[in-house]
């Protein structure tokens, strides 16, 4: 089985944000990226799959700043092919964009599943997967935390709210969005991602033309104004518990 | 191109989802300033009563066994048509499980631009989005072509979209639908467990902040000492630190306790969707520009491991 995990990198929103003069895009200056988490998921099930089925796990991104990382991260946790997609990405990529350059690209891979993240956090014009999917003709079902291949069958477990779980079942080739593996993704050690750094290598593809039809322009991005702010308890733990207690007994909790 | 507003209305098992309403409310707005009307497209097999209660000028009814569940191909394709073929002004889709299934292949087959993440629709047809964990907004004209627009909770009411007055329904035709790729094989129900946090009244809510799997043990102390319950959000489930029966959030459950601690919570919309039905929040986190802080009634930036552990020493003390 061919699996293909098409992945990025996304703000941390541990950082702080903040908007760039131009008033319309994040200030990437002081901006960390770290992989788009349901894409870390997305890369577990892959692994998963081939651990128990056999597969051939190709994990590819586009060429920005930390992409080595990324796919040689991913590569001490399984993965057999690193590839970059070359483009200009200066000013970003929206996912418009990226599908359907990525489409050309996938198309020649002869993909047999194609996992990615259900969504990332600063998705603007809608997720990936589904547009992916659209333009190679494959079917798509998101929201997915759980997968089994057999054969040509893929069954999925799709998430609806309030844990209720549906199994859906599609022949292959399809795409999936994951929200989440069976398993944590899994934590590799530095030296065994430096290990990789030497015995791997990445590949390099160039992206054709690009082309965002599809994707809405952004006028303004503002930090959102409080509707409301919190009574802010003292920063002191001690100071802090105490007042709880004071609150959780107003409450009538305790 | 018309200008009417078209939702794709959401339903599971035999009931409308609260989103659906949201999204007739924000169509009307909507409806307002194009002067179009707002038509609800209902999906489905012998669902006609569900459209009842939606506040729409009319409901577009296409029934099909094939349906009968959510299918996100059958959908896709029966709503591209039916988009392609009445060339609304603006098309509603839930940001949720389904709603996203579908809206991006049908942007990419018809060509239409796709705004996602849309919390709220302001005067001069601005569409203002949710992005980054909520932490930060984006606005973006409303395309001037058929636009696609996926809306999260929190910007209308669901009443707003709600009616006593049954909309004039009518019935559309299905496409063929044979020849699907992806079939629906069973539903599984959530797991029963020791407890059910959508009925508790105190809960102590986990997130990232926690770290790892044996500080949950500080939550669950605490909830031991105040008779609470623990529950997480999204990243703490997925670790596997607590089960999928405690999680709060846009998969899991939706609670209204009197008092919800959030700890280690940055409050993202997924998050913060679920608990607003709750009588008060309290907030721990070190980033004093986390969201969480901006819904919650008290607030403190003190460090979850050194506040947890004082407070639940506190609670034993009073409680002898």
Known sequence: MNIIVPVKLVPDLVEELSIDASGTALDTAWLRMIINEFDDHAIEQAILLKERTGAHVTVLSTNVEGVDDLLFTAAAKGADRLIKLNGDFESGINNHTLARAMATILRDLKPDLVLTGVQANNDLDGSIGPQLAEYLGMPYIGYVSGVTVSGETVIVRKEYPGGLIVEMEASTPVLLGIQAAEQPPRYVAISKVRQMMKTMSIEELDLSTLDSTGAPVVNRMFQPEATGRATML???????????????????VL | MNQDIFVAIEHLRGKVSDISYIMLAAAHDLAHSSGGKVVAILLGHNVQELAGNLKADQVLYADHSFLTDFNPEAYQKTLAKIIDEYKPRAVFFGQTSIGMDIVGGISAQLGLPLVSSVRTIEADNKIISQICGGKIMAECKLPETTALITLVPGGYKPELGQSTQLP?????????????????????????????????????????????????????????????????????????????????????????????????????PEHVEAITGSDVIIAINTDPAAPIFNIAKYGTTADLFDLVPALTEQIRNIKG
């Open chain 1, 234 to 252: 003292p920063e002191n733990a001690d100071n802090a518990a105490n007042q709880l207690v004071t609150i959780f007994k107003e409450l009538g």
């Open chain 2, 168 to 268: 004039p329904i009518t019935s559309i035709p299905v496409q063929m639908l044979d020849g699907l790729r992806i079939k629906l094989n069973q539903y599984i129900e959530p797991e029963t467990s020791d407890v059910d946090i959508s009925k508790e009244s105190l809960l102590i809510a986990v997130g990232r902040g926690i770290q790892n799997q044996d500080n949950i043990s500080l939550a669950e102390e605490l909830a031991q000492a105040i008779g609470g319950v623990v529950c997480a959000s999204r990243p703490v489930v997925d670790q596997g630190w607590l089960p999928t029966s405690r999680l709060v959030g846009k998969s899991g459950s939706t609670v209204k306790p009197k008092v919800y601690l959030a700890i280690g919570i940055s409050g993202a």
